[in-house]
């Protein structure tokens, strides 16, 4: 009786790399925010031609590069389980403020520093209240909006502040070695936030906080002390949006950053940032904040209305926390 030949095993050779990218969404919380963002590029460049002519792509930089700056801020706070609803108002107040004392004269290091250190007080009354009167974050953090778009009214009598010195420009609108200054101070603070995140002991503790504080607390760490240090960067980070879009608009805009908190809470979970705490990078911040600007440009081009703009948005962004929360490890999906 003749045999009949087995079928032959199926091919182990790539089973190591399948199986490797079928758990990158899960490894890394930024591979599909980075997947997302290939798509959309390759959507608009389809869509539109003139998406990828040089001064379309250098007004991206510009616009993502203030809502970048403050997503580092807000990713932050959002890992520890908070958030931050002032950092619009902090950065027009601070933004207003340093531009008013330019216009009286004073020097512009004085200036610029008064500037930062109002983003720090905010950050640190912020931080006071939450970490060490136990207050809620999103009601402490919309009192500050309040205040801070308050007293930028005060200052300014609801009037935009000009007559700047011709230098300032140079902070948002200059180049240095061919990048523009606003995206090389984006990619400093980038750089800067990764390596507090990913190679100092403050970043463990804060993915820990978010994680689980309780357990934090038990094992003999000040919580409450990094809690206050999360939102004084996030003040200072808003600080330094305002100072740079009040030099690209050479004014100082009492009503600038109207919901500019919104999108940079899009652009952290849009990023892969759990909005619970404890998971997400700062890198997949930089890819979410690129690809809500790309989003915004390629409908501007398009011509989208931008109350349908809003609506898209809004999809996205369910979309994106249903999805991290899917690929969530522990959600055994």
């Not at 002032?86 to 403020?97: E, I, Q, W």
């Not at 300014?156 to 606003?182: E, H, K, S």
């Amino acid at each position: 009786m003749r045999q009949q030949a087995l079928p032959s095993p199926p091919s182990t050779k790539f089973a190591p790399w399948l199986d490797y990218l079928s758990k990158l969404p899960k490894r890394s919380t930024a591979f599909l925010p980075a997947v997302g963002l290939v798509v959309v590029i390759i959507g608009m460049i389809l869509l539109n031609s003139r998406f990828l002519s040089v001064g379309n792509l250098e007004n991206i930089g510009r616009q993502v590069s203030i809502n970048a700056i403050i997503s580092v801020g807000m990713t932050f706070a959002i890992l520890t389980g908070g958030i931050d609803l002032s950092v619009g108002a902090t950065m027009a107040f601070t933004g207003t403020l340093t531009a008013g004392l330019l216009a009286a004269g004073v020097p512009s290091i004085a200036a610029i520093a008064a500037g930062l250190a109002t983003g720090l007080a905010f950050g640190l009354g912020n931080g006071l209240c939450i970490a060490r009167l136990r207050m809620p974050p999103i009601i402490v953090t919309l009192a500050s909006m309040s205040i801070a778009r308050g007293l930028g009214l005060i200052y300014t009598n609801g009037y935009p502040i000009t007559g700047l010195p011709d230098w300032f420009a140079f902070l948002g609108r200059g180049t240095v070695l061919g990048i523009q200054t606003p995206i090389l101070i984006m990619l400093l603070t980038y750089a800067a936030a990764y390596i507090l995140l990913q190679h100092m002991p403050i970043g463990r503790y804060i993915f820990a906080i978010g994680g689980n504080e309780d357990a934090v607390r038990l094992s003999g760490i000040d919580a409450r002390r990094y809690k206050v240090i999360v939102y004084l960067i996030s003040g200072v980070t808003a600080a330094i949006a305002g100072i740079l879009l009040s030099s690209r608009l050479m004014s100082g805009q009492p009503n600038a950053g109207m919901g500019f908190e919104l999108d940079a809470i899009a652009a952290v979970v849009l990023g892969g940032t759990a909005i619970s705490g404890g998971r997400g990078s700062i890198i997949g911040t930089l890819i979410g904040a690129l690809l809500l600007g790309v989003l915004n440009n390629g409908l501007n081009l398009m011509n989208v209305s931008p109350y349908v703009q809003n609506v898209i948005k809004g999809a996205i962004i369910l979309l994106a926390i249903f999805i991290s929360r899917q690929t969530r490890p522990g959600t055994g999906r």
